[in-house]
């Protein structure tokens, strides 16, 4: 694994990105003023968060981001950075669930998204590895061919470009191919910097390592509360993918992980563009160049959170690229988050007057910037052309029905069959230096992780958000909820919503 000499910022997870090298986050210090109120406080600090801060703070209106952890710290700092102007909710597929003029408005909010950061990068001349790239989409069997056929002829029917190509820049055996002009990479976490660097510039305010437990409203005024601070506000939005609590974002969202490596490889046989096959769950590539040194970036096997095993995951995409690649070195390994909307398209909006943006499957750069731009529109009293096709009070179509079932099953499932279940785990004396797991001791299930010196940090199951019982990730050191996709340290803390409260600490010692 790649060696860090330089400061690398905060995440998620106990693995690395390459994105977090090099990144130095400031602590910010800004003064609360009890009784001040903002015109608007922003949860949340990725990509979203700081992009809606930006254009709010340059229209004037004063305004506060407070992040939980550092800028970043989430999906923003472990994304794959694919810029494209396609989606996972394929347009022949948002034809189906919107019909066309839906389908067309979905294509112009993934093209804006990508516009909007363009915008930004040459605005605020952010060095950030932004680069134009061709897009490759490739077919591999008979059934694929005609997903490709589907693919294109939906790009096609709202105006984006594509074209079919007889070769692919990576060594896979295909039947076919779609190539799309000026699709585009970039290095996040140096992008976000850019944003949050313009956005104080511009007089707004940040506050780090604060995270916001409860708003509640009072003589029209929203109250953030963290811990004793109480942060005031006309308006509120949430960005941080589901805002915490049990919502309608509970039920309409399901919370996936992606796995990427960093690899290189013994000879030069990275491709200059962005690949994607078919495969479900598919497989990306892109090549990025991090101090001078030449990675291909692969992804894919993604999974609902909790469900599967990390490290199965992991070994799979490994021995899928060196199937195809001489593998020198797997530099980097890293997982992230994403939530996917039971009928294909984002939440977008106010509900109970908190406004929020989630759902964006694997398109976050560009859903998280066209989000932001819908939001600040919204607060600012404009109208957006996308305020209802991304309501998040809009009516479910039909075609959503049996996914939002099955979805909302499972979580079903975990919240009582893994709550009573019967089968015994190992004692904690059995349990690996490094390794976590949920253990029963006298009749009780005990989440249990044994560092390296030997001592239990024990916890309660429990998940803080709704009740099921968390599962061990062994390669990203966390406790994740297989419901709602929580996630929590290895001492209880929370990494990631909807949960807002730590898991209960136990005492290893009395059982």
């Not at 800028?71 to 472990?78: D, I, K």
Request: glycine residues 10%; charged residues 25%; contains cysteine.
């Amino acid at each position: 694994m790649a060696k860090h000499s330089t400061p690398i910022s905060s995440r998620d997870g106990a693995l690395k990105s390459p994105w977090q090298a090099g990144i130095n986050p400031a602590h910010h210090t800004e003064k609360h003023a009890p009784g001040k109120v903002y015109d608007v406080v922003i949860i949340g600090a990725g990509i979203t968060g700081l992009t809606a801060a930006l254009l709010l703070q340059k229209a004037g209106k004063e305004c506060l981001v407070v992040e939980a952890e550092t800028p970043g710290f989430g999906t923003t700092g472990g994304t794959s950075a694919h810029i494209n102007t396609f989606a996972d909710t394929t347009y022949a597929e948002a034809q189906s669930a919107f019909g066309r003029e839906g389908a067309k408005l979905f294509a112009d909010a993934v093209n804006e998204g990508f516009a909007l950061i363009k915008e930004n990068i040459n605005t605020y001349k952010i060095a950030c590895d932004f680069e134009f790239k061709k897009g490759y989409v490739y077919a591999e069997d008979p059934e694929q061919v005609k997903q490709l056929d589907e693919l294109c002829k939906g790009m096609l029917d709202v105006g984006l470009d594509c074209n079919y190509n007889e070769d692919i820049p990576v060594p896979v055996p295909h039947q076919a191919a779609v190539v799309m002009e000026k699709q585009a990479q970039f290095q996040p976490l140096k992008y976000l910097q850019g944003l949050e660097k313009a956005y104080l510039q511009a007089g707004g305010a940040l506050l780090t390592h604060t995270r916001i437990e409860s708003v509640k409203i009072e003589n029209k005024i929203h109250l953030a509360k963290a811990g004793e601070q109480t942060f005031k506000a006309v308006k509120v939005i949430y960005a941080t993918h589901v805002p915490p609590g049990i919502t309608i974002f509970s039920f309409r969202c399901a919370p996936y992980r992606s796995y990427v490596l960093g690899v290189k490889l013994k000879d030069d046989n990275y491709p200059d563009a962005l690949i994607y096959d078919l495969q479900e769950p598919y497989h990306y590539f892109r090549t990025h160049t991090i101090d001078n040194q030449k990675y291909l970036i692969v992804g894919g096997n993604d999974h609902k959170t909790g469900h599967d095993d990390p490290e199965k995951q992991f070994a799979d995409l490994e021995k899928y690229v060196r199937k195809y690649y001489k593998v020198a070195e797997v530099g980097y390994k890293w997982s992230s988050q994403y939530y996917i909307p039971v009928d294909g398209f984002p939440y977008i909006g106010h509900i109970d007057g908190i406004y929020c943006a989630t759902g964006f499957n694997g398109n976050g750069m560009m859903l998280g910037s066209i989000s932001a731009k819908i939001l600040a529109d919204l607060i600012l009293g404009k109208k957006s052309k996308y305020e209802k096709v991304f309501s998040p009070g809009r009516i479910k179509p039909v075609d959503g029905f049996s996914e939002f079932i099955k979805e909302n099953a499972d979580v079903a499932y975990h919240f009582v069959a893994d709550r009573f279940g019967i089968h015994k785990s190992d004692s904690l004396k059995r349990l690996q230096p490094g390794t976590g797991k949920v253990v029963e001791i006298d009749g009780e299930k005990i989440a249990a992780y044994k560092d390296e010196t030997g001592e239990i940090h024990a916890l309660n199951p429990v998940c803080t958000h709704a009740g099921c019982i968390i599962n061990w990730n062994g390669q990203e050191k966390s406790w994740d909820c297989p419901c709602h996709g929580a996630r929590f340290d290895i001492d209880g803390k929370v990494l990631t919503g909807p949960a807002t409260k730590d898991l209960l600490k136990i005492n290893a010692d009395e059982n």
